[in-house]
């Protein structure tokens, strides 16, 4: 019998700390699946339609920081629902009018399975497009961030780069990043976990603030 006071579950979606949702795809690279970018740190973000001035703007942003990623051991890797011709289209439309090349592979994702798997679609923003969101995941296909930004507004790609830089110092060395840290920054430690540990850190080192807040420089 069927239960009319039943509401329906909302999908689930990959969150910090989930592995990354297998997928392959054909991109403007050939075809790829998450396996290829095992062992790297990966920036995989959707933008909601080919050949519109926001969207431009964030890949000619990203192309021109896709070295500084490259040093950084992270790959870039595009989405939307628009077809791989499209994606082809787009790029040399790029390359014609901004002198821009896009590097990196763009997966055309015209059923959508990808974007809802990631949930990536935002039907309050504009039902028929991928919003733009970005996850970074890491080399064990763990998902370690996520940023969502509206349909109207370009991301930051500075703050991208930051993000990644700050994840990859936390893992090496066991440590935190204050607000607005950037590479070079002090970083801060994890606080003590038990009274007498509290009671010996305080005085004992010139970057505490208190036995809670402690930084030193790498």
């Known amino acids: 019998m069927l239960n009319n006071n039943a509401v329906d579950i909302p999908q689930t ?28 740190w990966l920036v995989l973000f959707s933008h909601p339609m080919d050949f519109t001035p926001v969207c431009t703007s964030e890949f000619i942003a990203f192309a021109k920081n896709a070295d500084t990623f490259e040093k950084m051991g992270a790959a870039l890797l595009g989405l939307s ?13 790029v390359k014609e009018k901004f002198g821009v090349s896009i590097p990196f592979p763009i997966i055309a994702d015209m059923d959508g399975h990808i974007a809802n798997l990631y949930g990536m679609v935002m039907p309050g923003d504009l039902s ?10 890491d080399p064990n296909a763990i998902i370690r961030a996520t940023i969502y930004y509206p349909f109207t507004t370009g991301r ?11 994840l990859q110092v936390c893992d ?14 002090p970083v801060i430690q994890y606080p003590p976990r038990t ?13 505490c603030m208190d036995w809670y807040y402690c930084t030193r420089k790498l």
Not at 17 to 29: C, I, K, N, V, Y
Not at 81 to 93: K, L, Q, Y
């Open 81 to 93: 629902i628009d077809s791989v011709f499209s994606h082809i289209a787009w790029v040399r439309n």
């Open 128 to 137: 028929t497009a991928t919003s733009r969101c970005l996850f970074v995941i």
């Open 156 to 166: 930051n790609i500075q703050e991208v780069i930051r993000l990644v830089a700050a």
């Open 13 to 40: 979606y990959p969150r910090i700390g989930d592995s990354a949702p297998h997928f392959e795809a054909e991109t403007t690279h050939g075809h790829l699946s998450l396996e290829d970018f095992k062992g790297r």
């Open 195 to 207: 009274q007498d540990d509290a009671e010996q850190v305080i005085g004992e080192d010139d970057g």
């Open 172 to 185: 090496e060395n066991a440590v935190g990043t204050p607000a607005d840290w950037q590479p070079g920054d």
